[in-house]
């Protein structure tokens, strides 16, 4: 690989995580591993599918932090004008800082694959839309057979436009390590049972991973596999999942991703509070941060309108929630 800044962020560009995998090869990633791993697996496994599924119908505001210790290309930003006045372009030729404010949000699609998108609306503190939710009114109130997968992909592509560098990259969202878990592709990797991490919790064990099924999940440039490895804190008597850390190391690249998540009492579920990201590439370092907050569920009235969060009621009278079928015992 060049040792240079645009071969370095064309590599980071292409960390792209495959959303599926045609072929593999190597050995199953449960050979071997012991009946108590084998049973915390299984209960994360059911954690990961409810957590998903629970998210899914909730929005958050993503405040997202990136710097770099060069100077490294960045888009002009399509400022919004006064009112009545034309929108304006700030220039922005190169920085070392960005400060993105998005709405984020994870959707279900076809079958049961899901989808983080991110809506970007500030840029370095200037809107460059009006806050309008436009993601959430996009998926809550599509029609089957309609384009709203391709509409939302495009804002997301939108969006990532705005990263630090100019980069698309898909696995900088605060999840992505969960796809690991998931039952059709937990057998990309080999797991080992850890020490407990008594600062996470009293009952929370390490489980570490490897990915060594090939092709890989992250593909590199042009094509190139790069197996992932990293740590999973996971609840032992739950499987509730509490911090994830995803780590892709190959010549001239090493990336670092890690998520921390907390129970929102408010809405009686967990959700991502933190990321952090690390990129060492060749000439240069990356490092990103992202908080997550104003979670908010939304409803979709009959007539396909998007209808605010429904305001908090009393005790005696709200709706008891459902569990979902599947999830573990909490």
């Not at 409803?299 to 009278?317: G, I, Q, R």
Request: with cysteine; net charge negative; proline share 8%.
């Amino acid at each position: 690989m060049r040792a240079s800044i645009l071969a370095a962020l064309g590599l980071l560009c292409a960390l792209v995580a495959m959303p599926a995998v045609a072929q593999q090869s190597g050995p199953s990633a449960q050979a071997g591993a012991d009946p108590a791993l084998d049973q915390l697996l299984t209960r994360a496994t059911w954690y990961v599918l409810d957590f998903v599924d629970k998210l899914s119908s909730v929005v958050s505001e993503e405040h997202y932090t990136q710097d770099s210790n060069v100077m490294l290309a960045t888009i002009p930003i399509p400022a919004l004008g006064g009112r009545g006045g034309a929108s304006t372009s700030v220039p922005r030729g190169s920085a070392k800082h960005r400060e993105l404010k998005a709405d984020f949000l994870i959707v279900k699609t076809t079958g049961e694959a899901w989808h983080p998108f991110r809506d970007v609306f500030e840029v370095d503190h200037i809107p460059i839309r009006d806050r309008e939710q436009r993601l959430a009114k996009l998926f809550l109130s599509s029609k089957p057979g309609s384009d709203w997968q391709e509409r939302a992909k495009a804002i997301s592509d939108e969006s990532a436009r705005y990263n630090l560098g100019a980069v698309q990259r898909t696995i900088n969202n605060p999840i992505f390590a969960l796809i690991f878990l998931q039952p059709d592709v937990r057998d990309h990797f080999r797991f080992t049972m850890g020490k407990a991490d008594r600062r996470m919790g009293d009952n929370v064990r390490v489980v570490e991973y490897v990915e060594d099924m090939r092709p890989t999940l992250i593909a590199g440039l042009p094509g190139q596999d790069m197996p992932a490895f990293g740590r999973f804190w996971i609840e032992a008597d739950t499987g509730r999942i509490l911090k994830t850390e995803v780590r892709v190391e190959q010549r001239g690249i090493k990336a670092n991703l890690t998520t921390e998540f907390h129970a929102d009492d408010r809405l009686g579920i967990d959700v991502p509070t933190e990321m952090r990201e690390d990129y060492d590439l060749d000439n240069s370092r990356v490092v990103g941060k992202a908080s997550y907050s104003r979670f908010r569920k939304f409803e979709v009235k009959s007539s396909e309108e998007l209808a605010p969060p429904a305001p908090e009621a009393a005790p005696e009278t709200a709706p008891a929630p459902t569990p979902a079928p599947a999830a573990p015992p909490r």
